[in-house]
């Protein structure tokens, strides 16, 4: 067993995305552009519903996957292909572009709260024209896993102790994991070497990477952790509770073109998908 010790920790840059939503990024920020095949992380979600109400009109998406996931309040959507509805709070969205879809994303609070995060998911150069697809997934199918130590685990996509998560057949074979542990307990779950491997915690703290040597990196909220290589990513939470995302995937090692919501190969396919919008010919 090889542990992974924390080899970045990144502070979320607040930036205004959609028609004017306030929200933290960690990656594609100068800072960390892209962790192959992720290639964008936000936390979004604010006390003020005027940081945003004006949420994400109509845009288009293609080469990549966009997967939402609520935590509190409601996020409407509707495309070009048809498909329209809610994410509620626990529920999570896996939306496959492919090709192109038009889409938009509007979010309002429930309670009086609203926030959720939204992670890309690269495709490779043979499924980046692929069909469009959804895995709208309610927070009911998402299997949960409460351990003897009282550590629950939120299995979105991934295996845990024999339990495998709500989406599958995803290329870059991922896991998404909403773990929260109780101070005092640890946590910890294969991750294939050779797979990228990044954690953020949104509630308490946590020490990652600790090993029969100690070592082991103090993360708080909110912050990113990027893991270095390995096969098991472990956490264990000391004075305080800790609730984390734990992400992981195989990289793709292709070349990236990119340009806002358009992720592709090569520049002349981020042409291609510009002129296809011009025209009218975006959605296939
Ligand atoms: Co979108």
Known sequence: MNVRKVQDIIEPQFVTEGAGVRLR????????DYLDPFLLFDHF??????????????????GIETVTYMMAGLVDHKDSLGNSGTVGAGDVQWMTSG????????????????????LWVNLPAKLKMTRPRYQDVPSAGIPEIVREDGVRIRVIAGDVDGVRGAVTEIYADPEYLDVSVP?????????PEGHTAFAYVFEGEGVFGADAGGGGTTVPATRLAVFGGGDV???????RSVRFLLFSGRPLG???????PFVMNTKEEIAQALADLRNGTFVK
């Open 183 to 191: 101070a005092g307990r640890s946590f910890g779950q294969p991750v």
């Open 99 to 118: 090709s192109g879809i038009l889409h938009e994303e509007m979010p309002r609070p429930k309670d009086g709260k609203m926030y959720g995060f939204q």
């Open 233 to 239: 990513v472990n956490l264990r939470a000391q004075n």
């Open 45 to 62: 979600g604010s006390d003020d519903p005027d940081d945003y109400l004006a949420g994400f009109p109509m845009h288009p998406h293609r």
């Open 254 to 260: 292709e070349p990236v073109a990119r340009y806002g």
């Open 25 to 32: 990024r960690s990656i594609a920020t100068r800072r960390l």
